[in-house]
């Protein structure tokens, strides 16, 4: 059987001792070993070889704790199991009705009494008379546990063993209790008992146990696993079979406990009080933790489990998993008062909080007094390194537990803050009683300028604005707010005029002494005055002087350090390279920022890094990656948990569905149900335009003119029309176009085309393919072909394509065929490589007027100089013609991008020409020949 591999040399021991009793030897056996090695089991299969092979009577008793106050209850199985006479039974229940329950005699020091020791002299009398008659095997089991009136019965039969037909197998662990010890002891030093070991089994042999278990396809994938975890203990790699069909991963924790639950309860409470006190837990403090066991105690068990394979070599339990089952398994009210001891072990031991904290958090209670500031303690600790759910228990527990209303507001706002960088939406219910605390003064101004932003992501603008009238009029009490508080609340309003622009209207900051805005003040955060700086360039259009500070502020600023502003000045920060046209460092930075929080594990901020990646690839071009980060920030935050912010990532996707042409997603997109606050904010100014492209690609001119228009009129009228955030002239006057009415049309491209960022190639570009749409045919060339070169450097690949199309029509018109089909050849290649399709159709539909896409061999002109170029060149000038940027044609032809622009250096001195653009058409040819 599985369970007697490597047990065949005890079977012989055995049945050597039993030859002896045969012949009138009688013999006892001590039968030892830990927990799970396979001690029961072993007694059970030699009692029936014995009964099969000697006809020899069985009897067999297994003891239990839970009946060691039964006087003589195992000796009560023994009798009702065996075929012997009724008096010794009629005896046995009358001593059982006599005989009061002593303490064991070994531990106290008393000798049994006289009643005791006739009883048992009388209760063996039948026993021996049924071993003359037919050889009597007696198997009792776990005799540490058997009642102390039964322990002094099977002592006497082991006195008097010798001359007698009867082997006495007698089981137990080997955890070093001082009554294990002892009764151990006194049977080992009579001649006629002889002690036998069970080990723990090899790795081959719990690798075949496992086999019978499970099959060899199992084995062969976790049974090493397996055994290694149950290290050689038969009992536990049972259980651990057991639990393997219940799922598809072997359950290790609950396998233990059920080896556990098989030893004496003293065992289990020392390792619950080990479960609990960690890995770091020394055999004094586990005593003190169960109260009833000493040290040596501890350390026995402890040895004996570890020898046993229950617990690793350093004496721990091997796994969280096991960790948690031992846990799970205590009721409620015990688990408790146990977290409770052990909290208050650890503080009086000079732990640190969050060792400490992680008690009181696990019963749930923090009422001793010292419980509160070290909650508080290690929730800031828990802050530093990014473990926001442990420190939102700290927080909500610290919270509970006090009753002073300013040190519960503080906690109240602590974890407001904690929650909303894991969901927003949680922290939105402290919002009321957050408002509270500072209309009553339990909050400082740090606090409660946090406050009314979180109010302001939520929609709630109206309370938002109150709290700043609030604080404004305390502002202009001298005695209660100091300059630089006022200066810290001038920030907010600058930063709220550039962001929440409709509540900031008509407001005035207050008026700060020079220089003291950079002055950092205790309770004030220093990402504020930041924040502040880049939200007034953007709104005042000046962002180009303020790229020096946006990468200052990302090289040097902590975004994930949970202070209020240092995202918010972060985010800033990546909308003035946007602005600047630095897609490329704002797109490298928010991948930066994005993979740093996702690694700390913060949803929100990872949230809305993704949503300003996936803005920044949408502009260039990169519609793809703009839909998947988007959707990321969408999975991170539920677009509940966003607020009114909720419009950046909706208006990323609806346009970058409308470029691909999935416009039923994108009007998908347009049912998330946003509120009428969004548009008190840039959000829904980003979300107005992005659906106002959506009517414009839909042929809803009408729907999309509202749109731009709207946007105009809330731009004008936040004082924000500066800031150029969102192109609306250009678009309006495409939908004007489309409604054929060229005048508004031309009035608002030259309006844009006057304005002061004019000169930013992603605006100009636009506006002069529009102006080339609505004058004549005669500028289109000209135009079109600046607002090339503004395109291909403002990386803006779907305007790039939409330019490159007129710009092939245009010649088409002039009857430069070759020129046309050569442009419409590189905006058919760049509308692929980004996934536009609704584009690639068009232009596959423009290619028909053009005799045909690709020109052929006798396009090639011999006087065209190509001739001159070498291999290499050919590929460079060839693929530069199709619209590959320097860096795509190095990754393609695997050189540098150094190289590809010495090449493209030497193709124009050769072929006379002085941009990329002029390159001749018949490359394409060449590349068709060559590649």
């Known amino acids: 059987m599985a369970s007697l591999l490597e047990r065949d040399a005890h079977i012989d021991r055995l049945d050597t001792l039993l030859a002896d009793c045969l012949h009138q030897a009688g013999r006892a056996v001590l039968v030892e070993g830990p927990l799970g090695t396979g001690k029961t089991e072993l007694m059970r299969v030699f009692a029936d070889r ?49 005989t009061t329950p002593t303490a064991p005699a070994a531990a106290t020091g008393n000798a049994p009494s006289p009643a005791l020791l006739h009883a048992c002299r009388e209760l063996a009398q039948p026993v021996f008379t049924a071993a003359a008659e037919t050889p009597l095997l007696i198997a009792v089991d776990d005799i540490s546990d058997a009642d102390e009136e039964s322990l002094h019965f099977l002592r006497h039969l082991v006195r008097h063993l010798p001359q007698s037909r009867l082997l006495l197998l007698l089981a137990d662990g080997t955890t070093s209790w001082p009554e294990r010890r002892r009764l151990h002891a006194e049977l080992l030093r009579h001649p006629h008992v ?31 696993e397996l055994a290694d975890a149950a290290g050689g203990n038969a009992l536990l790699l049972h259980a651990l079979a057991e639990e393997q069909h219940t799922g598809p991963a072997p359950h290790y924790g609950p396998a233990l406990l059920r080896c556990l639950h098989r030893t004496d309860p003293g065992v289990l409470r020392i390792v619950r009080a080990l479960a609990v006190l960690g890995d770091d837990a020394e055999a004094a403090d586990v005593a003190h933790l169960t109260g009833d066991d000493g040290p040596e105690a501890v350390t026995d068990v402890l040895a004996s489990l570890t020898a046993a394979g229950l617990l690793d070599d350093t004496g721990r339990l091997r796994t969280d998993d096991a960790r948690t089952a031992v846990l799970d398994d205590l009721p409620p009210h015990d688990h408790t008062q146990l977290r409770l001891r052990a909290a208050r072990l650890r503080h009086e031991s000079g732990a640190g909080a969050e060792t400490v904290a992680q008690h009181l958090v696990a019963a749930d209670s923090a009422q001793p007094a010292w419980a509160v500031p070290v909650l508080t303690e290690a929730a800031e600790h828990a802050l530093l ?44 219910r402290h919002l009321i009683a957050l408002t509270a605390a500072v209309r009553a003064g339990h909050l400082g101004p ?58 900031a209207r008509g407001r005035r900051p207050p008026a700060v002494p020079a220089g003291l805005r950079q002055t950092v003040v205790p309770g004030i955060d220093p990402h504020l005055g930041t924040a502040a700086a880049l939200a007034d360039a953007l709104a005042g259009g000046r962002a180009a002087g303020a790229a020096g500070r946006a990468l200052q502020t990302l090289r040097e600023g902590q975004p994930h350090s949970g202070t209020v502003w240092a995202e918010e000045a972060t985010l800033l920060a990546l909308r003035v390279l946007v602005r600047t046209g630095r897609t490329d460092d704002a797109a490298a930075w928010s991948e930066r920022l994005l993979a740093t929080a996702e690694r700390h594990g913060i949803p929100t901020s990872a949230a809305r890094y993704a949503a300003a990646r996936g803005e920044t690839a949408l502009l260039r071009g990169e519609l793809a990656v703009a839909e998947e980060n988007c959707r990321l920030a969408l999975t991170r935050l539920s677009p509940a948990a ?19 042409g999935e416009h039923r997603t994108a009007a998908k997109h347009l049912t998330h149900a946003v509120g009428e606050t969004m548009f008190q904010s840039l959000y829904g100014l980003h979300y107005l335009f992005a659906r106002g492209r959506h009517h414009l690609a839909t042929q809803h001119s009408h729907a999309a003119l509202a749109d731009f228009l709207s946007c105009g009129e809330l731009v004008r009228g936040w004082g924000l029309d500066a800031a150029g955030t969102v192109p609306w002239r250009t678009y309006a006057a495409e939908a004007w176009l489309r409604l054929d009415n060229r005048d508004q049309a031309w009035w608002l491209i030259h309006e844009q085309l ?7 190639a992603p605006v100009r570009g636009p ?63 760049v509308a692929n490589m980004c996934g536009m399709q609704p584009l690639a159709r068009e232009l596959l539909s423009v290619s028909g007027d053009l005799d045909g896409g690709v020109p052929g061999d006798e396009d090639v002109r011999p006087d065209s100089g190509i001739g001159s170029l070498t291999e290499s060149e050919r590929r460079v000038a060839s693929l530069a013609v199709l619209g590959y940027t320097n860096r795509e044609i190095a990754l393609r032809l695997y050189i540098t991008a150094s190289t590809v622009e010495q090449h493209l250096t030497r193709v124009y001195r050769k072929l006379g020409v002085r941009r990329r653009k002029d390159l001749p058409a018949d490359l394409w040819a060449n590349l068709r020949k060559t590649g």
């Open 642 to 660: 966003w607020g009114i912010a909720v419009g950046l990532p909706l208006s990323t996707l609806v346009l970058a569905a409308t470029h691909r």
């Open 767 to 829: 506006a002069l393919r529009l102006l080339a749409a609505a004058g004549p045919p005669g500028r289109r060339i000209p135009l079109l072909t600046e607002a090339i070169d503004l395109t291909e450097s403002s990386g803006d690949r779907y305007e790039q394509v939409r330019v490159l199309t007129d710009l092939s029509r245009a010649h088409q018109a002039t009857g430069n065929k070759r020129r046309a089909r050569l442009l419409l050849r590189q905006a058919l290649h």
């Open 754 to 760: 006057s304005r002061p960022d004019a000169d930013r």
């Open 194 to 224: 002889h002690r036998l070991h069970l080990p723990l089994l090899s790795r081959p042999a719990a690798l075949r146990l496992l086999t019978e278990e499970l099959g060899e396809d199992t084995v062969r994938r976790i049974g090493g």
């Open 385 to 428: 390194d990014h473990r926001l759910p442990f420190a939102v228990d700290c927080l909500r527990l610290a919270h509970k537990a006090t009753s002073d209303e300013r040190a519960r507001a503080v906690i109240r706002y602590r974890l407001a803050q904690a929650e909303w960088r894991c969901n927003p939406s949680a922290a939105a």
């Open 446 to 503: 740090d606090e409660a300028l946090s406050v009314v932003r979180q109010l302001l992501w939520h929609g709630r603008g109206d309370e938002a604005v109150d709290l700043l009238d609030l604080l404004r009029d305390r502002a202009g009490q001298a005695d209660q707010q100091t300059p630089a508080e006022t200066g810290a609340l001038r920030d907010v309003e600058v930063w709220l005029a550039y962001t929440h622009p409709a509540l």
């Open 50 to 98: 014995a009964a099969a092979r000697h006809d020899v009577q069985v009897v067999t008793a297994r003891c239990s704790a839970q009946e060691r106050a039964l006087p003589f209850g195992v000796v009560g199985q023994l009798f009702r199991a065996a075929d012997w006479s009724a008096r010794p039974a009629e005896q046995l229940m009358a001593h059982v009705g006599t």
